[in-house]
């Protein structure tokens, strides 16, 4: 398959990223969030099965892999709540640019802090950016506006998938991405079980089309198809130039959650979104330019 092919992949990657964004606002109008969590997470690993054999890679599990696995699975338990609460308490298309433009910062911060990792002057002027941007997009100049409304969730959100990104990172030395999100799915899935024991799961099957639309498209396009693309992808075109794609999830996320959900697109959303982008260009600038001079 031609590069160009991959692009074009990419792109519809990122168009089924952002449209999770509006499919998770409809599921929380219907239905108590530990519901929502234990379905997703099920099915989405099933609809990992046939991923998995058509990538013919025996499934492999080895001790060193477990902690990420049980890590990131809580983690992610603890994401899909939490973006569930700031979803169904504001808007689909703010939340989807707050959270993937602030999560990218907020790990490159933990990673700097975490590993004590001396900063590029152009590096500090990115993060500098980034919370400008993140001041922005959560009005924190009115503090009743945050502590009154969804950001609070967002932001939450957006540190959980900090830990989420590093511990993925650091995972591939162990074991195969594709295999990773399935053992990570399958361990979620359990544990959210538990967490919804008291609650009546069979309220799914109570539910209208609109409601089962949204739980497959975020379950299996949203998850499982996209995730492997950018998976795969990531190893033809590399991992700067396929994560750089990113961008375009918040501008897919913002205009899909304007046509099915109607949603107004804000105008300090925007622009606190470009600047945090803008810092993230600063950031990688950075890194990329240090790599070439290894290379």
Known sequence: MKQAHFTYLLILSMFLWGGGWSALKILTAELPVDVIVFWRFFIVS???LPILYFLK?????NVSSLKFIFGSSLLNISFMVSSFLGIKYGLAGS?????TTLSPVMTFLLVALIFRRRLANIQYFGLALGIIGGVVMLELSDLSLFFNS???YFLLSAMIWAGVTMLSQHSQVHIHPVHYSFFISITAAVASFFYAYNSDLSLVFAQGSRFWIALLYIS?????VATTIFFI??????????????FLVPVFALIIAWFVLDEAIELHIVVGGAISVLALLFINKSALRKKEEVL
């Open 220 to 224: 299996v396009l949203g998850q499982s």
């Open 95 to 99: 939340g989807s640019v707050i959270i």
């Open 150 to 152: 969804s950001n609070i």
């Open 57 to 61: 890679k025996p499934l492999s599990l």
């Open 233 to 246: 992808a990531a190893g033809k075109l590399g991992s700067e130039k396929t994560s750089s794609f990113m």
């Open 46 to 48: 099933l609809s990992f």
